[in-house]
């Protein structure tokens, strides 16, 4: 919480730490996907059982309900990704975020209407807005800019083991509980990720109280609100005054850039590219979760279980996010990222020779979803880095572009709106195609695509590995 008092708060050196922020962030995000996949198991029993939604009318419904979450995110995304921008600390917007989860939670096991499962639906894509935005904001704000990689990829893990867990655990607590049995494990998830929260000291509040343990003084940078590294003065080669916003500020101006930031952030290719991966990951994932229960139920004669169960092959290298997000750190983006989308566009279009109901067919279904699964995750670790390293680099290139803060949650909105985008568009454009054009021709859609995103990717993202300079810098952090 943010203390203003002269006295140094308990624990401040743990409560203020990379690891705990990246904890309290990761279980964050976890609860958020795991409410999501946990209630839409009991949709249906809750629209025909508790809401008065007759039998035949429950698929339309059901698809309202996921129209209002998708627009709820897509709205919200920006106006809180602005709102987070322009405030002192991050945990006001990101508490409120969690709050409206709880509300969702509740309408949810209360409802006794469509209106109310409808309200309690876009509160949930309002949770999911801003714990995402402000999330992701928050870990840039206070994790070390070499290390972003690998903080990103345990907030992929977090996601993942949210998506696998909240199906199987709505359905088991259904069946043993009854419907309000299913409320009780989010309720107390949502509890203590708030206390959580409140506990957790941003940066920026605790240098107020740094007397110097929470911090080491020869360190090469120093992470403050925005995200961005400031000078030290034992460092020969960082500027000699660092980075003053006001100074920055001027020479914005004087530069002749008075536009908005987020058309800043527009006008960036990395960034854009970065908007592009990140609506692709979401577009194949789609793809792929709209198109695989119905292919194994037809070919291989899989009761709805067995294709519930082949998504673990595309869901278990998820959990490999934090060692992932750590290597690419190491190796840098460029070479990674445009790697990844040429391995899962041949992935996807090898998906064709996978015709017939024999065990080959089928090992060669679970391999080629295995490497999806372990490629798509470096790709959506690269596009949530490289949002990062774009407005870093448009720092760099134009000091001062962005006034004195920069607009990093608001960058984070258009990440989130690129993937919701990619969510919507991913299962209503491969239902159509492999309606129209068959199983081949989907696979050959969904391959071109991301062969078509890797040019870009080879072209703006960042560069292909760090710079021999950037790497010591980053070991003698770590010693120090």
């Known amino acids: ?56 009318d429950a698929q339309y419904w059901i698809s309202v309900l996921l ?22 600390s991050r945990q006001l917007p990101f508490v409120l975020g969690l709050a409206a989860l709880a509300v969702s939670t509740g309408l949810f096991a209360l409802a006794n ?142 530069n002749g850039s008075k536009k908005a930031p987020i058309l800043q952030l527009l006008s960036s290719a990395r960034l854009l590219t970065s908007l592009l991966v990140t609506a692709t990951v979401g577009f194949t994932l789609g793809v792929v979760e709209t198109t695989i229960p119905l292919f194994v139920m037809e070919n291989f004669q899989w009761s709805s279980k067995g294709a519930g169960l082949i998504f673990l092959a595309l869901s278990i290298p998820s959990l490999t996010g934090g060692w992932v997000g750590r290597a690419l750190d190491r190796i840098g983006t460029r070479g990674a990222g445009f790697g990844s989308l040429v ?35 470096m790709i959506q670790i690269i596009s949530m880095t490289e949002v990062f390293q774009a407005i870093q680099a448009c720092e760099e290139k134009s000091p001062g572009i962005f006034g004195d803060k920069s607009p990093m949650a608001q960058a984070y909105a258009l990440f989130n709106m690129a993937t919701a985008t990619g969510q919507l568009t991913g299962p209503l454009v491969g239902g159509l195609v492999r309606i129209h054009a068959g199983w081949a021709g989907m696979t050959l859609t969904s391959a071109i695509l991301c062969f078509l995103v890797a040019v870009p990717v080879a072209r703006y993202t960042g560069s292909p590995r760090p710079k021999k300079g950037d790497e010591q810098s980053t070991t003698g952090h770590i010693e120090a």
């Open 1 to 56: 919480m943010a203390e203003t008092t002269s006295k140094k708060p308990w624990l401040l050196s743990v409560r203020s730490s990379e690891r705990f922020i990246i904890i309290v962030v990761t279980m964050a995000m976890t609860t958020d996907v795991l409410l999501y996949s946990l209630i839409i198991p009991i949709i249906p029993k809750s629209l025909v059982a508790h809401a008065g939604v007759p039998e035949k």
């Open 67 to 88: 129209a209002v979450y998708a627009c709820a995110l897509l709205v919200g995304s920006p106006v809180i990704g602005y709102a987070a921008d322009h405030v002192r």
């Open 113 to 254: 209407s469509p209106g109310t499962l409808v309200i309690a639906r876009a509160c949930q894509g309002l949770s999911a807005a801003t714990v995402w935005v402000v999330g992701l904001a928050m870990l840039v704000d206070n994790v070390a800019p070499e290390r972003m990689g690998e903080a990103m990829g345990n907030t992929s893990t977090g996601m993942t083991l949210g998506s696998l867990l909240g199906p199987m655990l709505g359905g088991v607590t259904y069946d043993e509980f009854g419907y309000y049995g299913v409320f009780i494990l989010p309720s107390v998830m949502i509890i203590l990720e708030i206390v959580l929260r409140l506990t957790m000291i941003e940066k920026s509040t605790a240098k107020e109280w740094d007397d110097g343990s929470t911090a080491p003084k020869n360190t090469s940078y120093e992470t403050f609100a925005d995200g961005f590294p400031r000078a030290d003065p034992q460092n020969e080669q960082s500027p000699l005054l660092g980075r003053s916003s006001t100074s920055s500020s001027s020479e914005g101006i004087r």
């Open 343 to 377: 391995v899962t566009g041949t992935a996807l279009f090898s998906l064709r020779f996978v015709q017939h109901d024999s065990d080959p067919d089928k090992a060669l279904l679970v391999g080629l979803l295995v490497v999806i699964g372990f490629t798509v995750l």
